[in-house]
């Protein structure tokens, strides 16, 4: 059974900066896409930023320049640095991601449970 749990959320004044953590646990071949999305109360969730196996990031346009995602495809792990958070960042984040199964190379989507990101004035 594969598990995305996310790390890092939590309460920051205007300005500041979190990382988020998102890790895959369980059985399978390797991770392709990862992704966060974020959704603000009463809101719909949005994506907010994916990197592939190559790299290759895409940011909403709302993050761009204040956000950074990573990957360590040695620890199953990416990560979203946010900086200069401002209060209508605050929502709950998560992760998700396209990991390949073992048999077949199957392509299936997991998300984690979210972590909840405030951000005060």
């Known amino acids: 059974q594969v598990q995305l749990v996310e790390s890092g959320g939590g309460l920051v004044l205007a300005g500041g900066s979190l990382r988020l953590s998102c890790t895959a646990s369980?059985?399978?071949?390797?991770?392709?896409?990862a992704h966060w999305y974020r959704q603000p109360p009463g809101k719909q969730r949005d994506l907010v930023a994916t990197?592939?196996?190559?790299?290759?990031?895409n940011y909403a346009d709302y993050v761009k320049g204040r956000v950074t995602i990573y990957r360590d495809d040695t620890k199953n792990m990416d990560s979203l640095q946010m900086n200069s958070l401002q209060p209508e960042d605050t929502a709950v984040y998560y992760c998700?991601?396209?990991?390949?199964?073992?048999?077949?190379?199957?392509?299936?989507?997991?998300w984690g449970q979210g972590t909840q990101v405030t951000v005060s004035s």
């Open positions: 990197i592939d196996r190559s790299d290759h990031t």
């Open positions: 998700s991601a396209d990991i390949f199964g073992n048999e077949g190379l199957s392509l299936r989507n997991y």
């Open positions: 369980g059985s399978f071949f390797g991770i392709n896409l």
